[in-house]
């Protein structure tokens, strides 16, 4: 399925929300909403998104002029990711929470209902 960084973005933010809901009672789950919102509102400029040229992998720009352009990008993980970018929330979030939430977002990427709506609409 092809697509775009602007959409794998979107897929993305989804399923990070929905797999959020699973893990949503666990005492440091706070944090991970905190990172979420943040990279929703994409505060550090990278544009994390899913990578177009690694269905298991997440992709971010170093650069803002490099946002859209993917052979640019950094290849990354979730979990990566957040402890690297995010390492103070990070030290509140504790290594079970995280591999929860990011093994439910993984989950989800391929089966996302909403998802899956998503890139059916646009292709």
Known sequence: ??????????????CMNEAYREIAGLPD?????????????DDLGHYLSLSIF??????????????????????????R???????EERKSISDS??????????RRIPRSERARKFFDKKH
């Open 81 to 87: 990711y957040i402890t690297r970018k995010y390492s």
């Open 1 to 14: 399925m092809a697509y775009s960084i602007d959409d794998g973005r979107h897929v993305l933010l989804i």
């Open 54 to 79: 690694s269905h298991d992998a997440l992709s971010y720009a170093k650069h803002e002029q490099d946002r859209f352009i993917e052979p640019r990008r950094v290849m990354t993980t979730l979990g």
């Open 97 to 106: 929470t995280l591999d929860t939430f990011v093994r439910f977002v993984e």
């Open 29 to 41: 789950s706070p944090f991970v909403s905190y990172v979420i919102d943040k990279i929703s509102k």
